[in-house]
């Protein structure tokens, strides 16, 4: 009588396999997703602007700014009856934003500053807001104390909102160009102050 082995049982090696795939396929993945990780912190948050590119762009920012804060804004004034007689500081105002403007374009080609400008979703640069806040405090200051400027006391309350309204609309304007400068908190601020004081001088020296 002849009888025939039985076959003998094989390690279970398919699922080792298969196990063994899935481990290596679940590592290629979390690789894949750590380099992208690392990736998207090591990646800049801002585009840093070209110096030929900053001057054509500052100087198209401060001819907008200056139509909205100068022609714009005194318009929507005269025509609402907030506030009347705006329009008559614009002739004094054109030769000394164009100095400014000129001042800014030259100044941008000597200096190069790395003019940051954020990503969708990036934080904009520190110093806007102080540059904002140098702004509007020196607008502020010298025309409380120079001499042949009317004072804040000299206005009614609408007239006086308006126009705090409408230079604080400057001051945002300006600032933001002026604070994309630098990222430097003290810098924004100095900007700001220095900008408008010698915006005000030239007006001044032009007007009074």
Request: neutral net charge; glycine residues 8%; charged residues 10%.
């Amino acid at each position: 009588m002849t009888q025939i082995q039985a076959p003998t049982a094989q390690p279970a090696r398919t699922h080792v396999v298969e196990r063994n795939s899935i481990v290596v396929e679940t590592q290629v993945q979390q690789s894949i997703l750590l380099h992208r990780m690392r990736a998207a912190r090591e990646e800049p948050e801002y585009l840093v602007v070209r110096t030929a590119d900053a001057q054509n762009a500052s100087a198209v920012w401060m001819i907008v700014s200056f139509f909205v804060a100068y022609i714009s804004l005194p318009l929507i004034g005269q025509a609402t009856g907030l506030m009347d007689g705006l329009l008559g500081s614009l002739w004094p105002a054109i030769p000394a934003f164009g100095a400014m403007l000129l001042a800014t374009f030259v100044g941008i080609g000597i200096f190069k500053p790395e003019i940051h400008l954020p990503k969708p979703g990036a934080k904009i640069s520190d110093a806007i807001g102080p540059a904002i806040i140098g702004y509007f405090s020196t607008w502020a200051l010298l025309h409380n104390t120079v001499p042949g400027l009317r004072s804040w006391w000299d206005f009614g309350g609408p007239e006086l909102l308006f126009f705090v309204a409408l230079n604080a609309i400057e001051a945002v304007l300006f600032g933001a160009m002026l604070g994309s400068f630098t990222r430097d908190r003290v810098k924004g601020l100095a900007l700001g102050a220095v900008f408008q004081a010698a915006f005000a001088y030239l007006w001044c020296l032009i007007a009074l």
